[in-house]
Structures are given as structure tokens and as C-alpha cells.
């Protein structure tokens, strides 16, 4: 929706969203998915449920690496970038900020959210695979 609007009011807002995520919600869901999934991968492997457990750990490594080091080393650098970046009053100067980071961001977005949605799939399979 972004790409649809001024490019002055999408780096403005871009520049507003990141600034406001790290919230009281941010913590828990961003550095602690990880660790949970390898505790839950742990458990449930030592009450016996080995699919279960395989499926944990699958989905902790793909948070890990799809989700945590994707978002440190790609769109954290990438939303700092953009936080130093003084919004021109030229449209095409704004035009080509734009367009150097919204393709970009969108691309490694999108792996993030494969990577989430690959690992709420294997998280719920283990949770059908959980021993009785």
C-alpha cells in the first residue's frame, strides 16, 4: 500500500512504523519463539513424542534463521537506514529513496512471513503428533 501512495508520506510512515515496534509485545514474540520452540522440541521429545519433538526443532531452526537473523541482518540495517534519511520536499528525490528500499524490504518481508507461516504449519503438525 505503501508503494501506492506519495513517497514522501511512505518513507514518513515506514520511518513511524519502525519506531514504533518495539512495544511490550515485540519482546516476548521476537526473541523468545525461538527458545520456546526448542524447550517445547525438548519436552515433548523426552515424553517420548519424537515426531513431535522433530517438529518443534524444525520449526525453531526456521524461526531462527527465517525470522530472527533474517530480520537483525537484513530490515533491522535496512529500517536504520531509512530512520537517518531527512524525508525530501522533492518527489523524485523521495521517488528514488523509495524505490532503493521498498522492493528490497518487501522481498525479505515476504521470506519472513513464508518463514513464520512454514513454521505455525510444522508447529501445529506437532501438535496432532503429540503422544497420548
Known amino acids: 500500500g505503501l508503494d501506492a501512495a506519495d513517497p514522501r508520506t511512505a518513507i514518513a510512515a515506514m520511518q513511524a512504523m519502525n519506531a514504533s515496534v518495539r512495544n511490550p509485545v515485540f519482546f516476548p514474540v521476537f526473541f523468545l519463539t525461538t527458545p520456546a520452540l526448542a ?7 523426552r515424553a517420548g513424542g519424537r515426531l513431535c519433538g522433530g517438529l518443534l526443532l524444525g520449526a ?6 527465517g525470522c530472527f537473523v533474517l530480520t537483525i541482518t537484513v530490515n533491522v540495517p535496512m529500517n536504520a537506514a531509512l530512520a537517518l534519511v531527512t524525508v525530501p520536499a522533492d518527489v523524485s528525490a523521495a521517488a528514488q529513496i523509495w524505490a532503493d528500499y521498498s522492493p528490497r524490504w ?8 513464508v518463514a513464520a507461516g512454514v513454521a505455525l504449519l510444522l ?10
Not at 525453531?60 to 534463521?65: D, P
Not at 508447529?123 to 497420548?132: C, F, G, V, Y
Open 39 to 45: 524447550v517445547a522440541a525438548l519436552v515433548a521429545r
Open 60 to 65: 525453531a531452526v526456521i524461526v531462527g534463521l
Open 106 to 113: 518487501q522481498l525479505f518481508n515476504t521470506l519472513r512471513t
Open 123 to 132: 508447529s501445529a503438525a506437532a501438535l496432532w503428533k503429540l503422544p497420548s
